[in-house]
C-alpha cells in the first residue's frame, strides 16, 4: 500500500470552522438584490380530482409578481429519477397531500403564502388507498392509471421447502417499520438567478448536481448547459434531497419573471411533501441446523412508496438483496413488492432498504440462537460472510469482506466483555438491563446494471496550490475533507495547498451522486486517476526547469526531484510560476467507472452489488417496566470501512448513525392516517436529543482494505447507522424477554408486550 | 470509423440489441449517432464516450470509440 501523509490521520473537517461558528452561509442564507419569494400551493385532498384552478385573485393582490400552474411549465410537466411520475404542478389529479398545484412569486414571503390563500381550486375528492396491501388488490383505487404496484422483485435459489422440511429450528414472523423523516435541520431550500441570455443558476441543497441539471432541463425543455446547479452545502440530506425538491420551481420562477427567486420550505411543509423511508410490511421465515447453520430464508416484503415512485423501485431491490443479512444462506425464497398508495411519498434514505429487512433478520437470528441454546454472537461468526462465498442472490463475495473482523472486534470490546456486569446493575428496582447485537452489510455503488461513473479534476493554480474538483456534494457526511486528503497524498501536498470545489456543475465535472456509500470511492479512484495525468504534465515542465529527461522525474511531496541526481528538485510553486509565464495551465482529469458484479440477474438493475462495508453494533439498553420507556446507555459501533481516510471522520458518521438508528428504534415515525400527516412538526415527530445521547458510543474501525479503493477505502456513510436498530430491540429482549417485531418501539409498544407476557 | 455502442436500462428500446458496433464517416459526432438511433428525448440522458461523460452533442466520435448511453438513475 502506498506511504500515505495524510490519508488514516484525524483531520479536522474543512468546513468545522464555518459550521461551529455560524459563518457558513447554506442555500436558505443567500439573498440577491430584486430577488422574488416563492410558496408552492399544495393539496386540500390526498386523491382527488382537480376540475378547475382559477388564479385571477391571487394575481391581483399588491406585491405578487407571478402565480404559475401547469400551463406555464414549457417542458415535461413531471419529475422523477427513475421515471417522472410526478407532476411539477398538477393539471388534472392530485395523489397526495404533497403534490403542487400552484406556485407563487411575490415581493415578500408573507404575500406569497397570502396569495396562495387566493388561490381557487375546485376537487372533486376520491377514494383514496393509503394500506399498500389493500393497493395492491383489483378492487382499490387506482393511484395511477398504470396500476398500483410499481415494481416486484422475485429471485429464489435452492430448494427451500427441503431445507424447512429438514431444519431443527424455524422461525416465522411479520415485521412492520416506520416512515423515517431524514429530519435535516435545512429544510428544502434554495435561490436562483437568471441573465441577459437566460443562463439559470440554482443553489439548491442537493445530492446529485448533474442530474438535478438534466431533471430541471427536461421540466423547461432548456438545453441543460443553460443551467447551472450548486448543491455544495447542503445543510443535511440523508438521501432525502437526492429527488428533485425545489430546484424546478425556482427555475420556473426565474424563467417567467427575470428576478431572482428563492423558496425555503417550512418544517411543516417539508414533513407533508418532502421524501421519508419507505414503511415496509416485512413476512419472514427463517430455518436452521442444530448447530446454528442457517438453512433457508423466505422473506416477502411489501413496501409502501407513497403517490409516486422515486426510487421506489431501487429501494425494494436492494431490501430484497440485503434481506437475508450478511449471512450465507442457500435456499431462500425472497419477494418484494413496491406500491403506490395515497400517503407521502418515500424515496432514499441512509440505508435504502437495508435498515428495514436487517431489523428482520437480525431479530430472527436472535430468535434462532436463543432457540437453540447458542450464543448471539457466534451464530453470527458462524454465518456471517466471508471471501469467496455466494450471498444470498448467487452471488460471489469476490471483494473485501470484514464482517469477521468487525465482529471479532465486538467480541473484544469493553461492553461485550463486561456485559453480564454491567446488565446486573440497573438504575432502579423496576428497571431491567440488556445488551444486544446485530451485523449487516451494505452494498456500495449503484450495482450492477448501469454505469457507475465518476470524474475529478486537480489543477495547478498559479500560486502553486491545486484546485480538486469532485462534484459528489458535501451533505454533512465530510467526503470534502477526505478528498482534500486523498488528492493530498496523490498529487504529494499539503492539505493546505488543496483549493476544494465541490457539488457544482459549474466547476466540476460529473462524479455522480453522493448517495449509495459511493462517493469517496469513486472521487478517491477518479482523482488518483486525475493526480497521474497531472504528474506527467507536472513532469513535462519539471524536466524542462532540471534540464534532465521527463523519465527521470520523480514527484515529492511539495516538489519535483530528479532520479539520477536528487539534489535537483523544482518546487510546485516554481513550476506554476514558469506555467503562468508560459501561458500555459497543468491539469489533470480523472475518469473512473466501478467495477461491478459478475453475476447478473435478468430483468433487474441495481443489484447485486460487487462492493460492501459491513458492521458489527452493539447496545446496552435500559427498560422501565412500569412505563416501557427504553434508554441506550452505551453502544458499541465497529464499521469496515476500508481504509478509514479521516478516521475522526468515520467516527463522527459512526456516533451520528448510531442515533439516527436509535431515533429509528425507538421513537421517529411520521403518522398518516387516511392520507393525513398528523405529525407535522418535531413537537410529535420525536427525534432523540443530545439528552437521549448514549453516554457512551464507542467506535472501533475495522478496517479490511479493498485493494480497488482509493488507499484501500470502500464507504461507510450508510450501514453506520442500519444494525445499530435491531441490536437495540434484541437488548429490549435481553433485558425483559419481549420481542419487538414493530419499530418503533415506544414505550407503550413495550408496555404492552410487557403485559401480554404477564399473561398466562 | 467503426463505434462501439452500448445501451443500457430504458435505453434498450433503440436497439435490437444492447451492445453492436456502427459505423460513420470520418468527422461524425455524438449527435449523428443518436440521429441514427432514433434517440428523441436527448435531455434525460447520459452518454459516456470512452468512459467520459459527454455534455454535448456535438462531441467528435473517434474509430474504436466506446459510446455507453443510459438514462440517469440513483440507487443504493
Keep these: ?760 | 470509423m467503426k463505434v462501439n455502442v452500448c445501451l443500457f436500462g430504458p435505453m434498450q428500446k433503440y436497439g435490437d440489441k444492447d451492445k453492436f458496433q456502427m459505423e460513420f464517416e470520418e468527422g461524425a459526432t455524438l449527435a449523428n449517432l443518436l440521429d441514427r438511433l432514433k434517440i428523441e428525448d436527448r435531455i434525460y440522458i447520459v452518454i459516456l464516450i470512452n468512459g467520459r461523460r459527454a455534455y454535448d452533442e456535438d462531441e467528435p466520435l473517434s474509430d474504436g470509440a466506446e459510446v455507453l448511453i443510459m438514462a440517469p438513475t440513483g440507487g443504493g
Design chain 1, 1 to 760: 500500500m502506498t506511504k500515505t501523509k495524510w490519508v488514516g490521520t484525524d483531520v479536522t473537517r474543512i468546513d468545522a470552522k464555518d459550521k461551529v461558528c455560524g459563518t457558513l452561509e447554506y442555500m436558505s442564507d443567500l439573498s440577491f438584490p430584486n430577488m422574488i419569494y416563492g410558496a408552492v400551493l399544495r393539496s386540500k385532498y390526498p386523491h382527488a380530482l382537480i376540475k378547475k384552478i382559477d388564479t385571477k385573485r391571487a394575481k391581483e393582490l399588491d406585491g405578487v409578481v407571478t402565480v404559475l400552474t401547469h400551463e406555464d411549465v414549457p417542458g415535461l410537466n413531471g419529475f422523477g429519477i427513475a421515471i417522472p411520475d410526478q407532476p411539477v404542478l398538477c393539471r388534472d389529479k392530485v395523489r397526495y397531500m404533497g403534490d403542487a398545484i400552484a406556485l407563487v412569486g411575490a415581493e415578500s414571503k408573507e404575500i406569497a403564502e397570502q396569495a396562495l390563500e387566493l388561490i381557487e381550486v375546485e376537487y372533486e375528492p376520491l377514494p383514496i388507498v393509503d394500506d399498500p396491501e389493500e393497493a395492491m388488490l383489483d378492487t382499490s383505487p387506482l393511484v395511477h392509471e398504470t396500476g398500483n404496484i410499481h415494481n416486484h422483485v422475485k429471485i429464489e435459489r435452492g430448494d427451500v421447502e427441503a431445507a424447512f422440511n429438514e431444519a431443527y429450528v424455524v422461525v416465522e414472523n411479520t415485521y412492520f417499520t416506520p416512515r423515517q423523516m431524514h429530519a435535516f435541520l435545512e429544510p428544502e431550500s434554495g435561490v436562483a438567478t437568471i441573465d441577459d441570455d437566460k443562463n439559470i443558476t440554482i443553489w439548491c441543497g442537493g445530492q446529485h448536481p448533474y442530474r438535478d441539471q438534466l431533471q430541471v432541463a427536461r421540466a423547461l425543455g432548456m438545453n441543460p448547459r443553460k443551467i447551472r446547479i450548486i448543491n455544495t452545502p447542503a445543510g443535511g440530506a440523508f438521501g432525502g434531497k437526492d429527488e428533485i425538491t425545489v430546484q424546478i420551481y425556482l427555475a420556473l420562477l426565474v424563467l417567467h419573471t427575470d428576478r431572482p427567486a428563492k423558496i425555503v420550505l417550512s418544517r411543516e411543509e417539508s414533513v407533508i411533501a418532502g421524501m421519508k423511508r419507505h414503511p415496509m410490511k416485512i413476512y419472514m421465515k427463517t430455518a436452521a441446523a442444530a448447530d446454528g447453520t442457517i438453512l433457508a430464508n423466505e422473506v416477502r416484503v411489501v413496501s409502501d412508496t407513497g403517490a409516486y415512485a422515486s426510487l421506489g423501485g431501487p429501494v425494494i431491490g436492494f431490501a430484497i438483496e440485503h434481506s437475508c443479512g450478511a449471512y450465507r444462506v442457500e435456499n431462500v425464497r425472497l419477494e418484494g413488492f413496491c406500491v403506490y398508495t395515497n400517503n407521502g411519498v418515500a424515496g432514499a434514505f441512509r440505508g435504502f432498504g437495508a435498515n428495514q429487512v436487517t431489523f428482520a433478520v437480525e431479530t430472527q437470528v436472535d430468535m434462532i440462537a436463543e432457540k437453540l441454546g447458542m450464543d448471539r454472537l457466534e451464530i453470527r461468526k458462524k454465518n456471517g460472510l466471508r471471501k469467496g462465498d455466494i450471498a444470498a442472490l448467487g452471488h460471489k463475495m469476490e471483494a473485501s469482506v470484514g464482517l469477521l473482523r468487525t465482529l471479532e472486534a465486538a467480541e473484544n470490546s469493553r461492553l461485550w466483555q463486561l456485559r453480564e456486569e454491567l446488565k446486573a446493575k440497573p438504575g432502579a428496582p423496576h428497571k431491567k438491563r440488556g445488551i444486544g447485537i446485530a451485523c449487516s452489510f451494505q452494498g456500495c455503488g449503484l450495482g450492477k446494471g448501469l454505469p457507475d461513473y465518476g470524474a475529478a479534476t486537480i489543477e495547478l493554480l498559479p500560486n502553486g496550490q491545486f484546485a480538486v474538483g469532485v462534484s459528489c456534494p458535501e451533505i454533512g457526511q465530510g467526503n470534502t475533507t477526505a478528498f482534500v486528503q486523498i488528492a493530498a497524498d496523490y498529487i504529494r501536498c499539503s492539505i493546505d495547498d488543496i483549493v476544494m470545489l465541490s457539488g457544482d456543475t459549474g466547476h466540476t465535472l460529473d462524479s455522480g451522486t453522493s448517495t449509495a456509500s459511493r462517493s469517496v470511492y469513486t472521487g478517491g479512484n477518479a482523482l488518483k486517476l486525475a493526480a497521474g495525468n497531472l504528474h506527467s504534465a507536472i513532469s513535462t515542465l519539471a524536466a524542462e526547469i532540471l534540464s534532465v529527461p521527463e523519465s527521470d522525474i520523480d514527484i515529492e511531496y511539495g516538489s519535483a526531484v530528479s532520479k539520477s541526481c536528487p539534489e535537483k528538485t523544482v518546487s510546485f510553486k516554481k513550476i506554476a510560476e514558469l506555467m503562468v509565464e508560459r501561458g500555459k495551465t497543468i491539469k489533470g482529469e480523472g475518469y473512473f467507472i466501478w467495477p461491478v458484479s459478475e453475476t447478473e440477474l435478468e430483468g433487474y438493475v441495481g443489484i447485486p452489488h460487487l462492493l460492501y462495508s459491513y458492521i458489527t453494533q452493539i447496545a446496552l439498553v435500559e427498560v422501565n417496566t412500569l412505563t416501557g420507556e427504553t434508554e441506550v446507555l452505551e453502544a458499541v459501533s465497529v464499521p469496515d470501512p476500508g481504509k478509514a481516510i479521516n478516521p475522526q471522520g468515520v467516527e463522527g458518521q459512526s456516533e451520528g448513525g448510531v442515533v439516527m438508528g436509535m431515533g429509528y428504534a425507538l421513537t421517529e415515525d411520521t403518522i398518516i392516517e387516511e392520507g393525513i400527516t398528523l405529525t407535522r412538526n418535531f413537537s410529535t415527530y420525536i427525534l432523540p436529543t443530545s439528552l437521549d445521547m448514549p453516554c457512551e458510543i464507542e467506535t472501533i474501525i475495522a478496517e479490511e482494505l479493498e485493494p480497488s479503493g482509493p488507499f484501500g477505502a470502500k464507504g461507510i456513510g450508510e450501514a453506520v447507522c442500519v444494525p445499530i436498530s435491531p441490536a437495540i430491540t434484541n437488548a429490549i429482549h435481553d433485558a425483559c424477554g419481549v420481542w419487538m417485531k414493530q419499530i418503533p418501539a415506544t414505550p407503550e409498544r413495550v408496555y404492552t408486550a410487557l403485559k401480554s407476557k404477564e399473561v398466562p
